[in-house]
């Protein structure tokens, strides 16, 4: 079945530092890939997307790069804040049929100042 | 516009008995989907409803039964609780049955004792 593998946390950074957090896939048809981010007490919210091959999703200096050839996602940004400690979701939908996300298992960041 | 609401925020039931949980879409969606997230886990996808019908369905028995009403707002229900039910129940709303941009609620958090 349909599928997503991420890196486990939790991932430790200074502020400043980069950051990487890998996510790869397995899916049947052509995915549209997400990353989804959870601060403490709160719900998702969708970070960024991509719905092909070789798409970058990019939004508040995050980016991640669809890439078909190694059936990864990988979401990267160039200077962390401690703002950003939360715990990141990367998930897949289908095009075809009724479509859901599939989630990994979450990668939780702490940025530390 | 309004955001995707749910209620209550937190519940606690015990083992055997009965609960509803509620969800408002967003403005202009006609699509609700719920989805489960354990303790340290990813989100796992409950089923979907569209127009008020349901349109999918995960891996969940029959006792997870849900309803979306002609304002697109929905409930989840879950009969004979199980202590392992303990979750947070999280809401997304779309537009026309992809779920491709999925708005979350911020999730009611579950206890089963």
């Known amino acids: 079945g349909d599928s997503v593998t991420q890196m486990e946390g939790p991932v430790t950074l200074s502020e400043e530092a980069f950051l990487t957090i890998n996510c790869t896939y397995t899916?049947?048809?052509?995915?549209?890939l997400f990353w989804y981010v959870q601060y403490p007490g709160e719900g998702l919210q969708l970070l960024l997307k991509?719905?092909?091959?070789?798409d970058k999703g990019s939004n508040k200096g995050f980016e991640a790069t669809y890439r078909k050839e190694t059936t990864s996602f990988h979401l990267e940004k160039g200077s962390v804040q401690v703002s950003d400690s939360a715990v990141y979701f990367c998930a897949l939908s289908l095009a075809s049929g009724y479509s859901t996300l599939t989630f990994g298992k979450g990668t939780m960041l702490l940025v530390s100042p | 516009e309004t955001g995707v609401t749910q209620s209550p925020t937190h519940l606690i039931k015990t083992r055997g008995q009965q609960v509803t949980l509620r969800c408002s879409s967003q403005?202009?969606?006609?699509?609700v989907s719920w989805y489960q997230q354990a303790l340290g886990q990813g989100p796992q996808f409950i089923f979907q409803y569209y127009r008020e019908e349901e349109n999918g369905r995960g891996n969940f028995p029959p006792r997870f039964s849900g309803l979306q009403f002609p304002n697109y707002s929905s409930e989840l229900n879950v009969n004979a609780l199980e202590l392992d039910d303990s979750a947070l129940y999280l809401c997304?709303?779309?537009?026309?049955?992809?779920?491709?941009?999925?708005?979350f609620g911020q999730g009611t958090r579950l206890t089963v004792v």
């Open positions: 997304a709303s779309s537009r026309d049955g992809t779920n491709t941009e999925a708005f």
């Open positions: 991509a719905t092909k091959a070789d």
């Open positions: 403005s202009g969606h006609n699509t």
């Open positions: 899916a049947t048809g052509y995915p549209s």
